[in-house]
């Protein structure tokens, strides 16, 4: 029989350490995690509140993948501007994105010392003033080198944002909290690209940069008033009620720990669990093919094959992926809530996060979307656009629901460690997507555009084999001695 991860136990344990009675959720069943009774544990906010930390939260999410992906459809006059190729012109992208597999290696360490504000904060204004100095840039290294500053920083919301998300919310919501997170986290390079091109092409490829820059120190103006602390201790023997005032002026009940060199580790160490391991590697190709591959190739594939100008190439690597995403997470976040909820009534309200990933069957639309891309374009001259338009909305459909799953199912089993967990998706992600470029329109070439992207939809379907299997595997693999959670961060 398979056995389950206890978190109904848990709860009652959590419950006799706070000497307070277990508290329920509308449906009857133990609040996971159990709150403290202080009125400023994020727990307890007000439902408003919540729903604007995570707006903010998810909008920082949004913007470094934005401004990294403006200029996507512009990689043709970027190319002509410095004299290089097309191809080279998109390194740029690859820049950032590879960068920002390392920077949150950096920041969630600092982020679980010092708060996730300053984090938030001074991530945000850094990656703002590079992105204006990219577009101020007079050769192909400066955009190269502040690029890769743009990545550090602009890399580190999405990595603890899944961890704010987790300070508010309780298991039984955390499915369609953090489904909004992602969605904005996904559709990033999405909503740029449909800007993007009318940019390029109307006001010049700088403005690429330059106006998401001065989006990005915008926003810092609006958080450093409006964006509370989350990260909470939940063992401080001598609290003092903090004020929304408190929380502004970094005067959080923060843990008490000291900075070492083993936290900048951690992450990485999260990846000897398989509860977060296989997931996080089926999601790897999963962005990177759903997404990233339209995003580095599309630009040259589009002119190529349609001849189409900046303009078009934007609208084309935007709606169709907006789009699918919008359907995507309409479809799973709040129902992975509900499969959990289901499965909980049948188990006396032990909480399973095996149960989310029946929500993984809807990304097997990711590979199909790709293959349809792929043979659509093969046939361009009797093809129309629309038909690879089509397959990338398909694809991103899929994308968004293995997100949401993905980033719900790993924190589920290691909500302490939320951050922790989120950097190591995001470094999977970059450092798989940030090599696309340098290998798919070659063998495209090579072997013809169908087969390449037919190869590439047979990869993601590999990985997707043993992340489902822990549909049935999961909750016997947690409870193996060898797979015992850790237990650092157990004060949050």
Known sequence: MEKSTPLAVEDFQQAEKSDGPLRLDKYGMPLSPQPSKYSDDPLNWSPAVKLAVTLQVSWLAFLGPMSAAVANPAFVPIGKHFKIGTVQASYSLMMYIL??????????????????????LVSNLVAGACNVASGYSTS???????RAIVGIFAGSP????????CDLYFLHERGFYIGIFTFFLTNGPHTASLIGGFVAQYLGWSYCY??????????????LFALPETLYSRRTTDHTLRTFKDLLLFR??????????????????????LTVLLPVLYYMTTFG?????????????????YHFDTAQTGLILSIPLLIGSFVGEAST???????????????????????????????????????????????HNTVPWIGPAMGMGIANLGLQAATTVTYAYTTDHFKPQSAEISCV?????????????????????????????????CINLAFFIPAVSLRWLGGSISQKTWQAPPTFHDDI
């Open 210 to 223: 330059t106006i998401p820059g001065y989006i990005q120190i915008g926003t810092f103006v609006i958080t």
């Open 425 to 457: 998706i995001n470094f999977a992600r970059s450092i798989f997507s940030a090599v696309i470029s340098f290998y798919a329109i070659p063998l495209a070439d090579k072997v013809d555009i169908a087969n390449g992207w037919v190869i590439f939809a």
């Open 289 to 305: 093919y759903g997404s990233v591959l339209f995003a580095s190739t599309g630009s040259q594939l589009f002119a190529r094959y």
């Open 140 to 146: 192909w290294g400066g955009v190269m080198a502040t």
């Open 333 to 379: 976040g709040w129902f992975t809530d509900w499969l959990v909820r289901r499965d909980a009534r049948k188990r006396d309200g032990v909480r399973r996060a095996e149960a989310r990933l029946d929500g993984f069957w809807l990304s097997l639309l990711v590979p199909v979307g790709v293959v349809i891309v792929g043979v659509c374009m093969y046939h």
């Open 99 to 120: 960068w920002a597999a390392f920077g949150p290696l950096l920041s969630v360490p600092l982020a679980n010392k010092y708060g996730r504000r300053p984090v938030y």
């Open 158 to 165: 999405p990595a603890i944002g899944a961890a704010t998300i």
């Open 252 to 273: 959080a009940a923060l843990p008490p720990r000291k900075l070492s060199l083993i936290d900048f580790a951690r992450p990485l160490y999260m990846a000897r669990y």
